[in-house]
């Protein structure tokens, strides 16, 4: 199994910006899509998306937007994992946060994280696990 240089990063993460859980989806042909929103202005990111060790998508920057990864019937029993580092670059707050969902399961999905860093520049990784779950 590969490790991406973002999951490397992560070896020492915990807490408030590690997030797993699981979502309910059912076995169809229905696209399961994912939007990630990195802070607000004056955050930059780049992410990793990666489904049961397979790149799905690697250094994308900034936000993601109506990202399709699979579906119903392509998904159930696998992981999702997001890799995203963000670097505050504002010069009025060093918050930064990451808002992340999902929708086409059997309900919509949603988490949000946040971390201040120390100081402008400074960056915070942040790690989302999904496990797809068929409950149909």
């Given at each position: ?43 930059s ?11 799905q ?64 520049g ?15």
């Amino acid at each position: 199994m590969s490790i991406t240089p973002l999951k490397k990063v992560f070896a020492d993460t915990t807490g408030k910006t590690n997030h797993y859980d699981e979502y309910k989806i059912d076995r169809t042909d229905s696209p399961i899509v994912m939007n990630l929103f990195p802070g607000t202005t004056g955050q930059s990111a780049v992410s990793d998306v990666i489904i049961d060790s397979t790149k799905q998508g690697s250094n994308i920057q900034g936000a993601i937007i109506n990202f399709t990864i699979g579906t119903g019937n392509s998904l159930v029993n696998k992981f999702l994992e997001v890799y995203t580092i963000i670097t505050d670059v504002s010069t009025v707050t060093n918050l930064t946060s990451l808002d992340f969902s999902l929708t086409g399961g059997t309900a919509p999905y949603r988490y949000k994280m946040e971390r201040t860093v120390q100081e402008q520049g400074d960056s915070a990784a942040y790690k989302i696990t999904i496990f797809f779950t068929d409950f149909s």
